[in-house]
């Protein structure tokens, strides 16, 4: 298996504009969960989905990140608009259920807001 | 709710030398413990973790951890530092959740350092 697949790997952007980050589990996993990373706040979880379902969305720092999983083997997370304190490098994960079981994480996306 | 404390956001040791990065978790219910690595411009990569049963971990590349209920930790160790070692480790919760992985809760990270 590919492992988990997230594009693109480096996103500049200007301020305002809509930023789209594309996440591709692992075959035959059924949880999903996005995460960003800064300096200052360290490792966030912004949402989980478990069976295309999102099931905590509490992570999500405003009404401008949204988040989608049509089918199992796709997830978007978007921006809508952006700001400069959004760049970070957002990391998408997946899991089979339980949570005994470990995460296994994309490449991430480095995001620039300028 | 759960939380993770890395104790040292850097910690540098001789090469040969023994790693120790600390880790203390708090959740409310028996905890799944984790400890990732983090190559630079890399994603996570699992080191070892615990789940049920013995309490002392092995995983990859050499690192042990131990779980202790009484001390809520979760210590990683490695008896003899290589200059591959050198990264970012993150120590992780994730609680138990009827019907799906809930997420895991990270600690802030540890760089560690070899010094040649």
């Known amino acids: 298996d590919a492992g988990v697949i997230q594009s693109p790997r480096h996103e500049v952007t200007e301020m305002g504009q809509e930023v789209t980050l594309r996440c591709k589990p692992i075959s035959g996993h059924n949880s999903l969960f996005w995460y960003r990373q800064t300096m200052m706040r360290g490792l966030e979880l912004l949402i989980y989905f478990n069976n295309n379902v999102p099931i905590d969305d509490s992570g999500m720092p405003e009404d401008r990140f949204s988040a989608k999983m049509p089918n199992a083997s796709f997830s978007t997370l978007k921006i809508q608009p952006s700001e400069p304190r959004d760049s970070a490098v957002y990391f998408c994960?997946?899991?089979?259920?339980?949570?005994?079981?470990?995460?296994?994480f994309g490449q991430g996306t480095r995001l620039t807001v300028v | 709710a759960q939380s993770v404390t890395q104790l040292g956001s850097h910690v540098s040791v001789s090469e040969g030398a023994l790693v120790l990065l600390r880790c203390n978790y708090s959740?409310?219910?028996?905890?799944?413990l984790f400890w990732y690595v983090q190559y630079p411009n890399q994603g996570l990569q699992l080191l070892l973790k615990?789940?049920?049963?013995a309490t002392l971990v092995k995983g990859i590349n050499g690192f042990e951890a131990e779980f202790k209920k009484s001390e809520t930790s979760f210590h990683l160790t490695k008896p003899s530092a290589h200059m591959s070692d050198a990264a970012e480790y993150f120590c992780?919760?994730?609680?138990?959740w009827g019907g799906g992985a809930d997420g895991l809760t990270f600690g802030k990270g540890t760089h560690l350092i070899i010094q040649p």
């Open positions: 959740s409310s219910v028996p905890p799944y």
């Open positions: 994960a997946s899991s089979t259920t339980g949570g005994s079981t470990e995460a296994f």
């Open positions: 992780a919760v994730s609680a138990s």
């Open positions: 615990y789940t049920t049963g």
